[in-house]
C-alpha cells in the first residue's frame, strides 16, 4: 500500500484553467503539507495543515487553495492557472509535531 | 532565519569510490538537520536525520552524515558508491520540532559512472 498517493501523477492544461490535485495518506498522520518544486529542483512548502490549523505561507498566490475533507485528505485547487505554476507539486504527511515528513511522488504540472 | 546551502548542484562519481555531498546551514539555534533522497520519478525519501544524539549519523543504503558545528557543516557520505545510488540528494535543516520549519537546500545530483 502507497503511504502518500497523489493524482494525477501529469496534468497538462491551459492558462486560466482551474485544477485539482489530491492527496490521500494512510499512515494516520495528522499533519500534511503542500510542497512546490520548480525547474531548478528547489523545493518551497506552499501550504501545512492539520485537523485544527492552516498555515500558509505568505508568498503563495491567493489562486492557491488546500481543501481537506478529513485528516487522510489534503487536496490542491489551483485557480486561473499560470504558465509559472508550471512544476512538480509534492503532498506530504508527518505526525502532529514531528519534522519527519514522509512524501508523496508528485504530480507534474504543466501549463500550456 | 534558517538555510541551507549545498554546494555543487552536479557530483560524478565512478562506481566504487566516495562519495561525499556537501551541505552547510545556518540557524540560530541549535539545528535537526536532514539528508534525502530522491530517485527519478518519486518523491523525497529520509535518508537520515541529525537530533544532537550523536554528531555521526548513520542512515540507510551505507550513507552516513556528520555533523561539524564549527564547520556548520552536515556532509553527505558513503565508502563506495553504487549505481542504484544515483539520484537528487537534499539536505534540509530545521529549527524546531514541527513539518513545517523545514528549509531544503538546492539539490545535488549525483551520478555514478561504470
Known amino acids: 500500500d502507497t503511504a502518500v498517493s497523489q493524482t494525477p501523477k501529469y496534468l497538462v492544461t491551459q492558462m486560466g484553467n482551474d485544477k485539482s490535485i489530491k492527496c490521500e495518506q494512510n499512515?494516520?498522520?495528522?499533519?500534511m503539507y503542500w510542497y512546490k518544486q520548480d525547474s531548478k529542483k528547489f523545493l518551497k512548502i506552499m501550504f501545512s495543515?492539520?485537523?485544527?490549523?492552516?498555515?500558509i505561507n505568505e508568498t503563495v498566490p491567493n489562486r492557491f487553495s488546500p481543501k481537506s475533507p478529513d485528516k487522510a485528505h489534503l487536496n490542491l485547487h489551483i485557480n486561473s492557472l499560470e504558465l509559472g505554476d508550471s512544476a512538480v507539486y509534492f503532498c506530504a504527511s508527518s505526525p502532529t509535531g514531528a519534522n519527519v515528513l514522509t512524501f508523496g511522488a508528485g504530480s507534474r504540472l504543466t501549463v500550456l | 532565519a534558517q538555510s541551507v546551502t549545498q554546494l555543487g548542484s552536479h557530483v560524478s562519481v565512478s562506481e566504487g569510490a566516495l562519495v561525499l555531498l556537501r551541505c552547510n546551514y545556518s540557524?540560530?539555534?541549535?539545528?535537526?538537520l536532514f539528508w534525502y533522497v530522491q530517485y527519478p520519478n518519486q518523491g523525497l525519501q529520509l535518508l537520515l536525520k541529525?537530533?544532537?544524539?550523536?554528531?555521526l549519523v548513520k542512515g540507510i543504503n551505507g550513507f552516513e552524515a556528520e555533523f561539524k558545528k564549527s564547520e556548520t557543516s552536515f556532509h553527505l557520505t558513503k565508502p563506495s558508491a553504487h549505481m542504484s545510488d544515483a539520484a537528487e540528494y537534499f539536505c534540509?535543516?530545521?529549527?524546531?520540532?514541527?513539518?513545517?520549519?523545514?528549509?531544503f537546500g538546492g539539490g545535488t545530483r549525483l551520478m555514478v559512472k561504470p
Open positions: 541529525y537530533t544532537s544524539a550523536a554528531t
Open positions: 499512515l494516520g498522520h495528522d499533519t
Open positions: 540557524s540560530s539555534v541549535p539545528p535537526y
Open positions: 495543515y492539520n485537523n485544527k490549523e492552516l498555515i
Open positions: 534540509a535543516v530545521s529549527e524546531g520540532n514541527a513539518g513545517n520549519m523545514l528549509t
